[in-house]
């Protein structure tokens, strides 16, 4: 690797992200007053020009202050996929990303670096689980489902997506948490789980689970009935010394 400064005027971006006014405005701010403390990274092309890698902000911010050049590492020998490859990793890196844009970086080293799930978790540093989830959201999810990954909702948007295929039932079961005001990601994460995910209507399912529901209450009120007509005898035996040895030879418990 070599480090030089290098013309600003140079220098090809082959990939963008966006900042709103606010944060390019601190970054400019940073650079006039500080410098630049980290350089930006290039790969040197044949036509004696460069092509961004990562530091795209300062780069832009060093335009917009009328620099001439700017300090770089300048790398050789790596083809596109790599430079791709090395400018989501650093764009990951941001502390204040959202999980949106996580999911859509994960995508990108998924479908344009050829990475696998595993492989994007263990080079990010992240949670295979979590990676699965995001690239899921994004991959098959509804395009309602994927605005919930900026509303703390990740991981239970991860579920939805992984357990149900269709569009149309995975902006069900959000409609449901709305509607019946379900805000406790673990009640949530129940309901995902109880639902059936061959189900073709969310609303229907409800009613199955309600109808099973009543019928398990049912079958436990009379257990406990039928419970409180056997313990009198039930105690009997415990007294009984043929049943309490009998039970000692197979070994059996007394416990009730």
């Known amino acids: 690797m070599i480090f030089e400064e290098i013309p600003v005027n140079a220098i090809d971006i082959p990939h963008h992200r966006d900042r709103s006014e606010e944060e390019f405005g601190h ?29 795209e902000g300062r780069l832009r911010a060093a335009k917009q202050l009328g620099w001439m050049f700017i300090p770089a590492q300048i790398i050789e020998g790596i083809d596109d996929q790599q430079v791709l490859l090395q400018w989501l990793t650093e764009n990951m890196q941001r502390v204040n990303m959202s999980p949106k844009d996580k999911a859509i970086n994960i995508s990108r080293l998924i479908n344009e670096c050829g990475l696998s799930i595993k492989e994007a978790a263990e080079h990010l540093g992240m949670s295979e689980s979590y990676v699965r989830k995001l690239y899921a959201v994004i991959s098959d999810g509804s395009e309602k489902l994927k605005e919930t990954l900026d509303k703390n909702m990740a991981s239970v948007a991860g579920d939805i997506a992984s357990k149900f295929k269709k569009k149309n039932v995975q902006d069900e079961i959000l409609d449901v948490f ?4 379900v805000k406790n990601q673990k009640h949530q994460k129940v309901f995902i789980k109880t ?7 969310v609303r229907k399912s409800i009613e199955k689970i309600r109808s099973e529901l009543k019928q398990y209450r049912e079958l436990i009120e009379v257990a406990y009935s039928r ?7 039930l105690e009997k ?3 009984d010394p043929v ?14």
């Open 27 to 55: 970054l400019v701010s940073n650079v006039k007053h500080q410098g630049i403390i980290q350089p930006i990274r290039v790969r040197k092309e044949k036509s004696e020009r460069y092509t961004l890698i990562f530091g």
């Open 178 to 181: 709305t509607k019946h005001r």
């Open 195 to 201: 639902v059936d995910k061959n189900t073709e209507n």
């Open 227 to 233: 419970r409180e007509s056997l313990i009198p005898n």
């Open 237 to 239: 035996l415990k007294k």
């Open 243 to 256: 049943f309490v040895n009998k039970m000692k030879i197979y070994h059996l418990s007394l416990k009730w």
